[in-house]
DNA sequence: CCAAAAGTGTTTTCTCTACACCCATGT
DNA sequence: ACATGGGTGTAGAGAAAACACTTTTGG
């Protein structure tokens, strides 16, 4: 039952899993940061920070992501909240964790650099503070399978992109090799991609059509009761 | 960034969805309490509390059915954090949801009582407080999916159970008809369930066998790598 | 013997998977 | 002309869906 005097008060934050890709290496990434204080100092962390007195966890996860990448409405989703009394060495923090998809190359190099943030191919991670490890690994679970029930892998590519690039970010998150003409076949046959008159030339000699996702095809579809089922 | 003196400290609460299932109304429930003090003194809301400077919101979650039902290690599930500034109009609080499942004839009718605990078909609420009903309606969404892959159903049926009350429950949570035969071949063919010699003769002349949920057998079947599907 | 609910198989449809060759182009 | 990656269709297997009658037994 809820008492409202004398009930005790806790630190609450927010760490945010910002997941990146990379078409020219094929891997997913996330942005890194290197602490700058104490405790765990010069060790690798989430990007976080505390809720303030007059904003929503949402608004939180937006401040961060936006302090250190430059980036405003970006895809963020709340994904679990960490309430161990000693997962935090320093105090009793309570944290949520929130995970974002970026566009790798929309990101402000220099802000980021300034706050130490770095990308780190999912595959090959550092050992993360506190339970950050596990943050990650709910999140990336999370991701896996979202992907495959929602259109949100459109948010780590550029606007425009090969079939190609679409199927390889799909390999990537999924960790498995995918065939491609039953992706082609699935995700053409959803109406939800739009072909462009351009081709992507730089890694082939015949080019690769390029495609966009077309958000407005995809609502009006929701609308009617369609869902997204990309099933790799 | 996280600077640990001077962060702002936050009311943080835990509340409770909390899921009944009557085997002879064949209705899924929720158990609310009427809430004993201001604000909104009187009014329906979920069970919920304040989270202590020494337990985590696990523990919390667990205290808090405890008291009101006197059930312990009952199957709960974190669902989301609600942290919008003006959520609560006593004061700011951060609200993490949990929901359980559990055998509504297990719970400590007295202690109930006492808290004001009423439970209330889910196709009936009252209006409830604050963002209460929102999450109701997000732990519900995601029983309905959790129930198609994890075999959480058996939480809310009696030990022992025939297929057609197993079967009425599915129904009651997809709120939709289910065939019959494609249903009992699909959950007998995981052979999770153990056929008993006792049948139900309460319901019908010709009476329906007994069975029950093979906790080990589930267990040893997921560390080879099965995963329970029950694509109604 | 009849009413009421339990129990039981087969066919059809659809979806998923596996698989290999031609195309376009820059050098 | 050839090397390189892009693009295309079909057949077979397995899963899901649709469907109706028989069994049991208390009264």
């Known amino acids: ?24 290496d094929k891997e997913l990434k996330l942005l890194l940061i290197k602490r700058g204080f104490e405790p765990a100092k010069g060790k690798w962390s989430l990007a976080g920070g505390f809720v303030r007195e007059n904003e929503s966890l949402d608004q939180a996860a937006s401040r961060i992501l936006l302090n250190l990448t430059g980036l405003k409405n970006v895809y963020m989703k709340q994904n679990y909240t960490y309430g161990d009394v000693d997962r935090d060495p320093g105090a009793r923090v309570i944290s949520t964790s929130y995970y974002a998809l970026i566009k790798i190359q929309n ?35 999370e991701l896996k399978n979202q992907i495959k029930i929602k259109p949100v892998g459109f948010e780590l590519l550029p606007e425009n992109f090969t079939l ?5 970010l799909y390999e990537a998150i999924c960790q498995r090799k995918i065939d491609k003409r039953n992706f082609r076949r699935k995700i053409l046959s959803m109406n939800l991609l739009e072909k462009l008159n351009e081709k992507e030339k730089l890694t082939s000699r015949k080019g690769a059509w390029y495609y966009k996702f077309n958000l407005e095809k995809y609502q009006s579809f929701t609308r009617n009761g369609f869902y997204f089922n990309l099933n790799v």
Chains 1, 2 share one sequence.
């Not at 009930?7 to 990379?22: E, N």
């Not at 090959?124 to 990650?136: A, G, K």
Request: net charge negative; hydrophobic share 45%; aromatic share 8%.
């Open 164 to 168: 190609v690039q679409l199927q390889e």
């Open 1 to 24: 039952m809820k008492i409202y005097a004398n009930a005790p008060k806790h630190l609450v934050a927010v760490d945010c899993i910002i997941f990146g890709y990379d078409i020219h």
């Open 107 to 141: 990101i402000d190099q220099h802000l980021a650099e300034i706050n130490g943030a770095h990308w780190r191919p999912i595959s090959r991670l550092p050992e993360l503070i506190f339970d950050h490890s596990q943050m990650v690994e709910r999140a990336l679970a």
